[in-house]
């Protein structure tokens, strides 16, 4: 088996993925840089499809964490600002920043990693984002390719 360096970074993504582990790069993901060993131990109790890094449109996409009431997730707005901005600056001089985490069920995106990073990209004005889909059913995974096989081009 080949030993690969894990690295919180698109290319490292990349690299896991071509070399058929991308699951294992999302798993050494949310165990550091992520900061979420309670997703990754529950992504284990079932095998999941791991799709990616695809580039898909940011619209597609929606945050769940924030300071907006509506949000599942609420957090602190000046703990969340904060933050934004930083990987704002981030993103401006770092193009290898680690892909979102999204779920693909219901025929809708949930997207699990990255909220933080989805805002900074959408205040960046930018179109398009590096995801990581991830499906539990066969009969989603196929819908998906069949809605979304475009983007793997």
């Known amino acids: 088996m080949l030993i690969m360096e894990y690295r919180g970074t698109l290319s490292s993504a990349q690299a896991f ?17 992520g900061n979420n060993r309670e997703f990754s131990d529950g992504l284990k109790l079932l ?8 580039k898909m449109p940011l619209s597609l996409f929606s945050r ?9 997730w609420k957090v602190d707005a000046d703990w969340f600002e904060k933050k934004v901005v930083m990987l704002e600056n981030a993103i401006k001089t770092d ?9 693909f069920v219901d025929d809708e995106f949930e997207l699990n990693d ?3 990073r989805l805002e900074a990209y959408s205040r960046l004005d930018s179109k398009e984002i590096n995801v990581i889909i991830w ?14 096989s475009e983007f793997f081009k």
């Open 17 to 33: 993925a071509k070399s058929g582990r991308l699951e294992d790069w999302v798993h050494s993901y949310l165990k550091s840089d």
């Open 47 to 54: 095998d999941r499809y791991f799709l990616g890094p695809i």
């Open 64 to 72: 769940c964490c924030g300071p907006e009431e509506t949000m599942k």
């Open 95 to 103: 193009t290898d920043m680690p892909p979102l985490i999204v779920h």
């Open 114 to 116: 990255g909220n933080h």
């Open 135 to 148: 499906i539990t059913e066969k009969s989603e995974y196929e819908l998906f390719l069949s809605k979304y």
